[in-house]
């Protein structure tokens, strides 16, 4: 399953961030999902779930996740736009783009632990 592996990529890289000491006081994951990463969050956090039922060491962390939105950035004008109903135009000069800027990536926004 597609979310599994985006939580073992998590805890991995997590894991290569942190001593072990410090991650078993973690309490909160904050995860930033673009609207076109194909990620759901509520797959996610099943399959969070699934990987860490009661009793394992990471069962207690409680994992945010924010919707980020689409942008894209004009071409022409450079202009920044936030993307609405999946209109890849510029609102200020009307030329369409896919210069992509936000709303495809996964990132670790926080990581919040109990000390
Ligand atoms: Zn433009």
Same mark, same amino acid.
């Given at each position: 399953?597609?979310? $599994? ?6 805890v @991995? ?7 072990? =000491?410090?991650? #078993?006081k973690? &309490? ?8 076109l ?11 969070? $779930?699934?990987?860490?039922?009661c009793?394992? @060491? ?7 996740? =924010?919707?980020? #939105?689409?942008? &894209? ?41 109990d000390?």
């Open positions: 399953m597609h979310e $599994t592996s985006i939580v073992n990529s998590i @991995k890289t997590l894991e290569m961030e942190f001593e072990a =000491e410090k991650l #078993d973690m &309490i909160a994951i904050y995860l930033k999902v673009g609207k990463s194909n990620i759901e969050p509520r797959l996610l956090h099943n399959a969070y $779930t699934a990987k860490y039922p009793g394992t @060491k990471f069962h207690h962390v409680k994992l945010h996740i =924010e919707s980020t #939105d689409i942008k &894209i950035k004009c071409e022409d004008c450079n202009h920044i736009t936030q993307i609405e109903n999946y209109r890849f135009i510029c609102e200020k000069c009307d030329k369409p783009s896919k210069n992509l800027i936000e709303g495809e990536e996964m990132l670790i926004h926080k990581v919040e632990f000390d």
